[in-house]
């Protein structure tokens, strides 16, 4: 396992829920330069359009700070035109301009020398019951991502499933609508962001949801935050659902992932460069703790379903 970290450009600057606003507004070279003073940082996830408004910019600004781009997170559901879905609006017109979108963030990704695109379709879906064709919304999404996939096979698409926000049902929501998606879809640069959060507040096991996807080949990135599971609350990982993580990182471990790591965390009312560095800690020493635990002695305990003795072997 060789798990490189990265930090979501988005949670460094100015941040807003429904009632008020947190920190400052800050441009693209000081929320790098605050990125820069993350230790154990090693990557970005800049978002597409935003971030990108001068590109030869933010590419001399990654340079500058010795940052890798983990993906390019593509925003389909800032702008007014999305307001009732992107890629399964009901105006053609949309869903085109979607797939455009999606596209130059792929061309975008190519020349920052990374290899994915990460979208999470939080517009596509619905509030109500007879708001939309189910099947015509599941068909456009399919036919739209055969296409986005298919214009450029070296870079991969990722899909992050959500059950709710700002819509009340998302078109993905569960990691079982996830790998359906795949299947459907049946592009080998096809797959899923699993972001811990949504995995917890759709009732999820995170590791359970990572087993899944890997026994699929559709296990493409991970995000990492915590909460409650009432909300997605953004919180610092393993803070609340400690044994999740330990149990995540330990399947992670199984599987020999490779790959990176992003912290989809809000700092809200603290200190960025504290919460990140602290999130990346967590991790990073809850890795170390795994090199006590022996799998093949847990896996054995499991299948004498010795559970009271896997707990106090973990203690």
Known sequence: ????????????????????????????????????????????????????????????????????????????????????????????????????????????????????????????????????????????????????????????????????????????????????FCHEVDRENVGITLDVGHALQAGENPAESVSLLVSKGKLFYLHINDNFRNWDWDLIPGFVNFWDYLELLFYLREYDYQGWIAMDVSPKNLNPVEVFTTSIEFMRNTEYLLKNIDSSHVFQLMKERSTPRIFSYLQ
């Open 1 to 180: 396992m060789e798990i490189k970290y990265s930090v979501i450009t988005g949670f460094l600057g100015k941040l807003r829920d429904r009632f008020t606003e947190y920190q400052t507004e800050r441009g693209l070279e000081e929320k790098l330069e605050l990125a820069s003073k993350i230790k154990g940082l090693q990557g970005v996830e800049v978002i597409y359009p935003p971030d990108f408004s001068d590109f030869d910019r933010l590419k001399s600004l990654i340079e500058k700070h010795r940052l890798g781009v983990s993906a390019v997170n593509v925003n389909l559901k800032a702008e007014p035109r999305w307001t009732y879905g992107s890629l399964t609006s009901p105006s053609e017109k949309t869903r085109r301009e979607a797939e455009e979108v999606l596209k130059q963030a792929m061309d975008r990704a190519y020349q920052l020398d990374c290899n994915l695109i990460t979208v999470c379709l939080l517009n596509d879906g619905h509030d109500y019951p007879f708001q939309i064709n189910y099947q015509e919304a599941w068909k456009n999404l399919i036919e739209a991502i055969k296409r986005v996939a298919d214009y450029r096979s070296g870079i991969k698409v990722s899909l992050e499933y959500k059950m709710s926000e700002p819509v009340v049902r998302t078109i993905v929501g569960t990691v079982g609508k996830a790998l359906h």
